[in-house]
């Protein structure tokens, strides 16, 4: 499975930003998708996951409220939509791809690349 994220950038706080990740590959669709963050300095951490039939989502406690992750009808696409950004939210962005939508990063085999986002205050 390959995946591709985008959609970051530089947002004032208090704004929104809508992250994408597109999965291709053999049976990309049929996979649980999570997304995880990495500050400068800090270790990467878990922002939240989404089941592969997208029924379950999942988040940390810093996001719940503000964050909404989504995948369209293909399960091929998965959205992180991002409101009332804060500068702790900067960080570069990851999603990946699993059998479960676990909080930890060894619950995924598979990586994108990351995406930017910085938020000002």
């Known amino acids: 499975v390959q995946l591709q994220a985008s959609g970051g950038g530089l947002v004032q706080a208090g704004g929104s930003l809508r992250l994408s990740c597109i999965a291709s590959?053999?049976?990309?669709?049929?996979?649980?998708m999570g997304w995880f963050r990495q500050a400068p300095g800090k270790e990467r951490e878990f922002v939240g996951a989404?089941?592969?039939?997208?029924?379950?989502?999942y988040y940390t406690d810093s996001v719940k409220g503000r964050f909404t992750i989504s995948r369209d009808s293909t399960g091929n696409i998965v959205y992180l939509l991002m409101n009332n950004l804060k500068p702790e939210d900067t960080a570069i962005y990851y999603c990946?791809?699993?059998?479960?939508?676990?909080?930890?990063?060894?619950?995924?085999?598979?990586w994108g690349q990351g995406t930017l986002v910085t938020v000002s205050s």
């Open positions: 989404i089941s592969w039939s997208g029924s379950d989502t």
């Open positions: 590959g053999r049976a990309s669709s049929s996979y649980s």
């Open positions: 990946a791809a699993g059998v479960h939508p676990g909080p930890h990063s060894r619950y995924y085999d598979h």
